[in-house]
């Protein structure tokens, strides 16, 4: 029996690489990633040309959405706002309003044209900066409004893998599916090496320090 061809959210970061790990053990694979003015863009897209070489996928695309930086809002896409250093109260600068929403709305659109059956997700709610559109409640309202918005035999479902997860178990399940962590970025800035400084950065060096493993990129400061 042919595998189900499924759509991976790849932005190059731990989770949703992980999320194509998993989903590489079942389906086929059709990676989406998008470019919307972020300030690691360059770093992101660099990244995901690696893993699309590694992973082979059947299929892959890069969406632009340049609106979204033009929209402002966020440190992650703003000329004007610096990528804070220092955890807040609250929702943190560097969310980038209902992101997540947009991104999955793209992905059912093009899942229904490659009819793909599921849609992976990296989205996480347990180490993560408190962004409303990684939570679980958001992920389940929005899969039933793909599934009423598509053509009755479309029938798309959207997985998330690592959604319960710790960053550290995130990082021991990708040892474990043979994740190439050496080819992903999860730093909001886009210098040649990873800052060391921002909220992503410190998640991920801690992940990898409570695993026990030495995170395989670099750093300009740790």
């Given amino acids: 029996m042919s595998k189900d061809l499924v759509v991976v959210l790849l932005s190059s970061g731990i989770d949703s690489t992980v999320c194509a790990s998993v989903a590489s053990q079942k389906y086929r ?31 892959f695309h890069i969406v632009y959405l340049p609106f979204l930086k033009t929209f402002g809002g966020s440190s992650l896409t703003s000329d004007e706002l610096e990528i804070p250093e220092q955890p807040v109260e609250g929702i943190p600068s560097t969310y980038v309003p209902f992101r997540n929403g947009i991104f999955l709305s793209i992905a059912a659109a093009w899942a229904e044209v490659i009819g793909a059956k599921k849609i992976f997700i990296g989205v996480n709610e347990i180490d993560f900066s408190g962004y409303p559109d990684c939570k679980e409640e958001f992920i389940k ?46 730093c909001y800035k886009g210098n040649e090496k990873a800052c060391g400084k921002c909220e992503s950065c410190k998640l991920r060096l801690k992940a990898f320090k409570e695993a026990g493993i030495q995170d395989p990129i670099s750093y300009e400061s740790i």
């Avoid at 029938?155 to 474990?176: A, D, M, R, W, Y």
Wanted: charged letters at 25%.
């Fill in 29 to 59: 694979l059709a990676f989406l990633h998008f470019q919307y003015g972020q300030k690691a863009q360059k770093k992101e897209l660099e990244c995901f040309h690696k893993l699309v070489e590694f992973f082979k996928p059947e299929k």
């Fill in 141 to 186: 309202v929005l899969n039933q409004a793909i599934n009423i918005g598509t053509k009755p035999e479309t029938q798309i479902k959207i997985e998330t893998p690592v959604i319960k997860l710790s960053k550290k178990e995130i990082v021991e399940l990708g040892i474990k599916l043979g994740t190439p962590f050496h080819l992903t970025w999860s």
